[in-house]
């Protein structure tokens, strides 16, 4: 499995879509939308507005991810896999909670989506101490004033 390729990917594709979804909510908001503006959708617009911060947040997690693993040998290969997992666990129920959590909105209230949400955080804070555990046997790139590369 090339994880640095996958996670490239997931990246910068998170990271587009996670931006246009960005522009499709300032579309909302230039145009007055009273779905996205009005005071009693204020809860929908708050969920909306984490969804795509936390997306976008994701997609440059994935990144830094991906641009990390040459230089996280401790990092086996199952705990690349796991890693992995949660990563793109996190990235598809933090934001898919939030947006889904602003869908329908009871009294004030997010929709039942926001459970995912919760779920998304303790995969995304599983994957980030399994990758922060890693990174202290990192390899340092050997350069030419560096002595201990």
């Known amino acids: 499995m090339n ?4 996670h490239l990917w997931l990246g910068w594709w998170s990271l587009f879509g996670f931006l246009m979804l960005g522009l499709a909510l300032e579309l909302l908001h230039g145009f007055k939308a009273g779905l996205y503006l009005d005071v009693q959708n204020e809860t929908r617009r708050l969920m909306w507005t984490l969804a795509h911060a936390h997306g976008a947040l994701l997609g440059l997690v994935h990144i ?6 040459p230089h996280l040998p401790s990092l086996d290969a ?3 896999l796991r890693t992995s997992w949660c990563l793109i666990g996190a990235s598809v129920l933090l934001p898919g909670g939030f947006f889904a959590g602003g ?13 995912l949400a ?16 890693a990174s202290g046997s990192a390899e340092v ?3 030419p004033g560096n002595k201990r590369g």
């Open 103 to 115: 869908l329908r909105v009871y009294g004030g209230d997010p929709g039942p989506g926001i459970v």
């Open 3 to 6: 994880y640095t390729r996958r």
């Open 118 to 133: 919760p779920i998304g955080a303790t995969s995304l804070l599983i994957a980030v101490f399994l990758a922060a555990r």
């Open 141 to 143: 790139p050997r350069t």
């Open 78 to 80: 199952p705990g690349r």
């Open 64 to 69: 830094a991810f991906a641009l990390s693993l």
